[in-house]
């Protein structure tokens, strides 16, 4: 059985910062890509960041620059430092891992319960 479990969410003044962490535990063989989400009240969930298992990252624009997404492999621990939070980022953010969960498993996307942030202006 594989969890994802998100943590760090708050509540902050614009301009300032959280670290999202997700942990994931379980039965796991390899993680590939590893990515984050939000859903904001009343909308469908976005991407937000992902990094490859070789450490490419990508990010949507309207986070780019201020959010760094990273990863500990040997820890199955996924990362997401939000800088400069803007009221827009309030969201359930959600992480993802396309993963195996043991040798020969087709690769499958894992998901977390979420953890909300809530920037105020």
């Known amino acids: 059985q594989v969890q994802l479990v998100e943590s760090g969410g708050g509540s902050v003044q614009a301009g300032e910062s959280l670290r999202l962490t997700c942990v994931a535990s379980g039965r796991i063989f390899y993680i590939g890509t590893v990515a984050w989400y939000r859903q904001a009240p009343g909308r469908h969930r976005d991407f937000v960041a992902a990094?490859?298992?070789?450490?490419?990252?990508n990010y949507v624009d309207t986070v780019r620059g201020r959010f760094d997404i990273s990863r500990d492999t040997a820890k199955n621990t996924l990362y997401l430092q939000m800088n400069n939070l803007m009221p827009e980022d309030t969201a359930v953010y959600y992480c993802?891992?396309?993963?195996?969960?043991?040798?020969?498993?087709?690769?499958?996307?894992?998901w977390g319960q979420g953890t909300q942030v809530i920037v105020s202006s």
């Open positions: 993802t891992a396309n993963l195996r969960p043991f040798y020969g498993a087709r690769l499958k996307d894992y």
């Open positions: 990094i490859t298992s070789g450490g490419a990252t």
